[in-house]
């Protein structure tokens, strides 16, 4: 079993502070690349030779959900301990946590430091046998987030960059916003894009919404007011000569544009999205003034605004050691800000058009490994595990397949994730055979055929959509 493999963190370096006082040809530079170096990260630009774009979907299917967001349980949650509890098990396989709750659905019950999702149970459903019986962590997020199988050669997009690409600016997508937002730190397991490239690479926010201002990377700068901003644009525009001698050159027409969208972005409304300084205070404090819940709140505000696609990349979930230490902080954590989300979407009547999706990679270990150095550990566990989702087409209150009496294998209807991403898509309205655009041309579907032996596949979730 791989417990602690050592791993490589791909992370974005932060974008450095400039000062005002800058050289007329930097200003220059700046003036021309701003706007279409912000345009390139929120993948809205197209090279020479990238991907052309995208066919339409040559599927039927109505869509019922218009936006997702993603709860990315980065390191894998324990089923055991959140949607899947197995209290008669003893206290191996439940450790302190061994009196589960009911829900608002009879028969429903839940781990029992989750008591305010078990008021929501009605509005989400529990995917109880999720599969895939793999144990490392690359190779489950790549099979978990694709739906495909690693080891053919290709780097297969995610869902999110799959989204982008069928709703985003070349399905007419017009939101100043990225259509692909992750809060707050790309993964790093993987690239998202895959062979999509940059035209299908999610914008990272960086910084923390919990913070007194959620400096977003590219749009807030710390230090730097909206009036220095303004004056820093005049100051471009005085030392601009060249549009008068190049008026006609379409590559400056291009740099305009993008400056223009880069700053309508950092000084105009659609920036606002990220000033949560516009809501309730106690809304605010029923999201929870953590990190997660506030990514929640700003997750509901970017699919307010049409954005397609939003992953929470919540990490912390890697728990080899000291596990219920860890999850007896964490969990009541992810309590309070998913269940105010989902509440909160309702409320705001754009649950039926969201899709919330929880889980990771993985579940977690049904044993608990009491011994030195674990000390109450759960290890990586790919043979069943746990997902949630909720709104946009799902069917809320049921629970779709089940484990064994401890949790440790699939005992009634597997589902493995090209099952899941295949029933979001379809909910999405993109259809899994159409045809993705490939660099070299090969002919490469959405998704994997579910029905093939090589996808083990076990079918779509039309239980509950």
């Not at 894009?193 to 700068?221: C, H, I, M, N, Y």
Request: proline letters at 6%; one cysteine or more; hydrophobic letters at 35%.
């Amino acid at each position: 079993m791989n417990i602690e493999g050592r791993e490589t963190d791909f992370r974005e370096t932060k974008a450095q502070t400039h000062p005002d006082g800058v050289a007329r040809r930097d200003a220059l530079r700046l003036g021309l690349c701003a706007g279409a170096g912000l345009a390139l990260g929120r993948g809205a630009a197209t090279r020479a030779g990238e991907v052309p774009q995208a066919a339409a979907p040559h599927g039927k299917a109505k869509a019922k959900a218009k936006s997702v967001i993603q709860i990315w349980m980065w390191g894998g949650p324990s089923h055991n301990d959140t949607f899947d509890p197995k209290p008669d098990a003893g206290r191996d396989y439940c450790g302190p946590l061994d009196e589960p709750i009911a829900t608002n659905v009879d028969g429903i019950r839940i781990g029992q430091l989750l008591p305010e999702l078990a008021k929501h149970a009605d509005e989400y459903s529990i995917l109880r046998s999720m599969t895939h019986r793999i144990n490392g962590h690359e190779t489950a997020a790549y099979m978990v987030q694709t739906g495909r199988k690693p080891g053919d050669g290709q780097v297969y997009p995610s869902v999110g960059a799959v989204v982008s690409l069928f709703k985003g600016r070349d399905a007419g997508y017009k939101g100043l916003l990225p259509p692909y937002i992750v809060m707050t730190q790309l993964q790093g397991r993987f690239s998202e894009a895959g062979f999509l490239g940059s035209r299908a690479k999610p914008f990272a926010t960086g910084g923390d919404p919990s913070q007194a201002k959620f400096l977003v990377e590219g749009v807030v700068a710390q230090g730097i007011t909206e009036e220095r901003q303004k004056r820093r644009r005049d100051l471009l525009k005085s030392l601009a000569t060249l549009d008068g001698t190049m008026k006609d050159d379409p590559r400056l027409a291009a740099s305009a544009r993008s400056e223009q969208e880069a700053y309508d972005l950092i000084l105009g409304d659609a920036g606002k999205v990220f000033d949560l300084s516009e809501e309730p205070k106690e809304l605010r404090e029923r999201y929870g003034m953590s990190k997660f819940g506030q990514s929640c709140l700003v997750a509901r505000r970017l699919v307010e605004r049409g954005v397609p696609y939003v992953t929470i990349n919540y990490e912390g979930w890697d728990t080899h050691k000291g596990h219920f230490q860890t999850v007896q902080r964490k969990l009541p954590e992810m309590d309070k800000g998913m269940a105010t989300l989902l509440d909160d979407l309702a409320q705001r009547s754009l649950l039926d058009t969201t899709i919330v999706w929880w889980g990771g990679e993985f579940g977690r270990t049904p044993k608990v490994q009491w011994v030195p150095p674990w000390n109450g550990g759960r290890h990586h566990y790919g043979n069943v595990f746990c997902h949630v989702v909720a709104g946009g087409g799902f069917k809320g209150g049921r629970v779709v397949g089940a484990s064994d009496d401890k949790g440790a294998e699939v005992k009634e209807r597997p589902i493995y994730p090209v099952d899941l991403i295949g029933s979001i898509y379809r909910l999405l309205g993109i259809d899994p055979a159409a045809k993705l655009p490939h660099p070299q041309g090969l002919d490469v579907t959405v998704l994997a055929d579910a029905s093939a032996p090589a996808a083990g596949g076990g079918g779509l979730l039309t239980e509950i959509m």
